[in-house]
C-alpha cells in the first residue's frame, strides 16, 4: 500500500518534472539552472558583492531536495521501484552542487552566463547518465542514499571538470 502524501510527491518529483518524458533527469536539473541564471541576472551571481545569495539559494535548493530523497526516498522505491525515473529531486540537488563551482568572472554578462550555465548543465548530465566510478556505485545502496548520492557525487565531478574548463578558456 502506498502512503506517499501530495507534498511529498511533488518535491521527489520537483513539482511533477520527474513525469515528463523522455529524460526526466534533464527535466528535474533545469530548474536550478533557471534558478542560477535569475540570480546571476539580478546581479547576486559568482564574483558579485551580493553573492552570497547565490550560494544560499544553490545551498537551500540542494538541502531541500536532498532532504526530500533522504527522508522520503523508501516511500518513492515503495511505489515506483528501485532509484524511480519519477524521482528527479536527486538531480535538482546535484546540479546545485555544479553550479556552486562556477568561477569568478564566468557569469558576467549574459553570454557569458548562458555558457557557463549551459556547460555546467550539460556536463553534469553527462556525469549523471553515465556514472563514472564512484557516483555509480553509489546507487547500490538502499533507499533515498541510494536514489541521492550518485548524483551528489556527479554534481562535484561535473563542478571540478567546469572549473578546469573554464579556467582553461
Same mark, same amino acid.
Given at each position: 500500500m502506498n502512503t #506517499?502524501?501530495? +507534498? $511529498?510527491? +511533488?518535491?521527489? &518529483? $520537483?513539482? @511533477?518534472l520527474g513525469h515528463m518524458h523522455p529524460a526526466s533527469g534533464t527535466w528535474g536539473s533545469l530548474p536550478t539552472v533557471a534558478l542560477a541564471g535569475v540570480l546571476i541576472t539580478a546581479g547576486f551571481g559568482p564574483g558579485n558583492p551580493n553573492a552570497w545569495v547565490y550560494y544560499l539559494a544553490l545551498s537551500l535548493t540542494l538541502i531541500v531536495y536532498s532532504g526530500a530523497c533522504i527522508l522520503k526516498g523508501h516511500e518513492a522505491e515503495a511505489k515506483w521501484g528501485k532509484d524511480p525515473s519519477e524521482v528527479v529531486a536527486d538531480e535538482t540537488a @546535484?546540479?546545485? /552542487? &555544479?553550479? #556552486? #563551482? /562556477?568561477?569568478? @568572472? =564566468?557569469?558576467? =554578462?549574459?553570454? $557569458?552566463?548562458i555558457g557557463t550555465l549551459s556547460l555546467g548543465f550539460v556536463l553534469f548530465r553527462l556525469f549523471d547518465i553515465f556514472k563514472p566510478w564512484p557516483a555509480g556505485a553509489m546507487q547500490r545502496v538502499a533507499g533515498g542514499w541510494g536514489i541521492l548520492l550518485d548524483d551528489l557525487i556527479a554534481g562535484l565531478m561535473a563542478g571540478i571538470l567546469l572549473m578546469v574548463l573554464l579556467s582553461v578558456f
Amino acid at each position: 500500500m502506498n502512503t #506517499m502524501n501530495r +507534498s $511529498t510527491e +511533488s518535491f521527489l &518529483t $520537483t513539482h @511533477g518534472l520527474g513525469h515528463m518524458h523522455p529524460a526526466s533527469g534533464t527535466w528535474g536539473s533545469l530548474p536550478t539552472v533557471a534558478l542560477a541564471g535569475v540570480l546571476i541576472t539580478a546581479g547576486f551571481g559568482p564574483g558579485n558583492p551580493n553573492a552570497w545569495v547565490y550560494y544560499l539559494a544553490l545551498s537551500l535548493t540542494l538541502i531541500v531536495y536532498s532532504g526530500a530523497c533522504i527522508l522520503k526516498g523508501h516511500e518513492a522505491e515503495a511505489k515506483w521501484g528501485k532509484d524511480p525515473s519519477e524521482v528527479v529531486a536527486d538531480e535538482t540537488a @546535484g546540479q546545485a /552542487i &555544479t553550479l #556552486m #563551482m /562556477i568561477p569568478f @568572472g =564566468c557569469a558576467v =554578462c549574459p553570454l $557569458t552566463t548562458i555558457g557557463t550555465l549551459s556547460l555546467g548543465f550539460v556536463l553534469f548530465r553527462l556525469f549523471d547518465i553515465f556514472k563514472p566510478w564512484p557516483a555509480g556505485a553509489m546507487q547500490r545502496v538502499a533507499g533515498g542514499w541510494g536514489i541521492l548520492l550518485d548524483d551528489l557525487i556527479a554534481g562535484l565531478m561535473a563542478g571540478i571538470l567546469l572549473m578546469v574548463l573554464l579556467s582553461v578558456f
